[in-house]
């Protein structure tokens, strides 16, 4: 039985930072891809970033790039976001998730375990 548990969400401030983790349990950690996404109050969930089995090849949403950073330590079965220079619209519910897909999948419907999300609240 696959399990995800994100930590790591809180409030900051504007421009401000914030490392979520997700430690996974169960099934093959090493050989899928991880992936993070986000929603907001009364929005869709959507897309933020993913990351090889390997940790060789990331994707990430237009919004986050050069601001967020996914990565991974097998070792440990744990996925990171860290993200720096966080704005107020980046407020959401954060979710890992875990995808048994080849490349590097970046729709929701494509990934088939979830975590329970960590609240990130980031105030102007």
């Known amino acids: 039985q696959v399990q995800l548990v994100e930590s790591g969400g809180g409030l900051v401030q504007a421009g401000g930072s914030l490392r979520l983790s997700c430690a996974a349990s169960?099934?093959?950690?090493?050989?899928?891809?991880m992936g993070w996404f986000r929603q907001a109050p009364g929005k869709e969930r959507e897309f933020v970033a993913a990351?090889?089995?390997?940790?060789?090849?990331?994707s990430y949403a237009d919004s986050v790039k050069g601001r967020f950073t996914i990565s991974r330590d097998n070792a440990k079965n744990t996925v990171y976001l860290q993200m720096n220079n966080l704005k107020p619209e980046n407020t959401a519910v954060y979710y890992c998730?875990?995808?048994?897909?080849?490349?590097?999948?970046?729709?929701?419907?494509?990934?088939?375990?979830w975590g329970q999300g960590t609240q990130v609240t980031v105030s102007s």
């Open positions: 998730a875990r995808s048994s897909r080849f490349g590097i999948p970046r729709e929701v419907r494509e990934y088939e375990y």
């Open positions: 990351i090889s089995w390997s940790g060789g090849i990331t």
């Open positions: 169960g099934g093959t950690f090493s050989k899928n891809v």
